[in-house]
């Protein structure tokens, strides 16, 4: 069973940055897309930030000019860089990567911003 490792979740207080990283094994070939979900208690898991092959980017809104995501030169190992955090940011992150074989998803992590 293929696994990707996250890390980089934990507690943070308003304002405060965490940076989120993802690697996928060498064995996912042909990465096409990676991306960042969050699922708050309750709500649905909804896209945060993906980036594709190419470098092209983009955000939900909730986040635009706070988070930066971004891949190391290699091409399999995904950063979330979250600045400016807020409560309302407060949910369990997931990494997705998007390959022509199916997506693969990581366990979460819990970022938790106080007030």
């Known amino acids: 069973q293929v696994k990707l490792a996250e890390s980089g979740g934990g507690l943070v207080q308003t304002g405060g940055s965490l940076r989120l990283s993802c690697a996928a094994p060498?064995?996912?070939?042909?990465?096409?897309?990676m991306k960042w979900y969050r699922q708050a208690p309750g709500k649905q898991r909804d896209l945060v930030a993906a980036?594709?092959?190419?470098?092209?980017?983009r955000y939900s809104d909730s986040v635009k000019g706070r988070f930066t995501i971004s891949r190391d030169n290699a091409g399999n190992t995904v950063y979330l860089q979250m600045n400016s955090l807020k409560p309302e940011d407060t949910a369990v992150y997931y990494c997705?990567?998007?390959?022509?074989?199916?997506?693969?998803w990581g366990q979460g992590t819990q970022v938790t911003v106080s007030a």
């Open positions: 980036i594709a092959n190419g470098a092209n980017t």
């Open positions: 060498r064995s996912i070939s042909g990465i096409r897309a």
């Open positions: 997705c990567v998007v390959s022509p074989w199916g997506d693969y």
